[in-house]
């Protein structure tokens, strides 16, 4: 049973890889068929390149560090921000930079709890 899990999940991750270099290659064809490149979609290649970097991962270490998801939601809200425009409400705006400061203090956090100041202590 544990061979077939693990058999699905690396299926699964090869999809995963696959439809994300496919989203790539189709990203690519849009900006040269408009013939013009956005930030928006510059911060899309990001989101697809982390993406690949999390299979690239878990392929190596069969687990995922949390950082990774999170710096991918990071970029997608700040994607987000960019694409809304300036007909949107100023008070979105201050929510979704509180959302990103959030997830960039988890991420320092749980950066932190892993060194030698504030790691666990050793018992000597």
Do not use: C
């Not at 090869?14 to 790539?24: C, E, G, K, Y």
């Amino acid at each position: 049973m544990k061979a077939l899990i693990k058999n699905l999940q690396l299926g699964l991750l090869i999809v995963i890889l696959l439809s994300t270099v496919l989203a790539v290659f189709l990203e690519i064809q849009n900006m040269y068929k408009l013939q013009s490149i956005t930030l928006a979609d510059l911060l899309l290649m990001f989101l697809y390149l982390e993406v690949m970097a999390m299979v690239r991962v878990f392929w190596e270490e069969q687990a995922i560090s949390i950082t990774l998801p999170l710096l991918i939601a990071i970029t997608a809200l700040s994607r987000f921000i960019i694409l809304q425009g300036k007909e949107t409400d100023p008070s979105s705006l201050v929510y979704e930079s509180i959302a990103i400061l959030l997830i960039a203090i988890a991420i320092v956090v749980m950066r932190l709890r892993h060194s030698k100041f504030f790691g666990p202590k050793s018992k000597d």
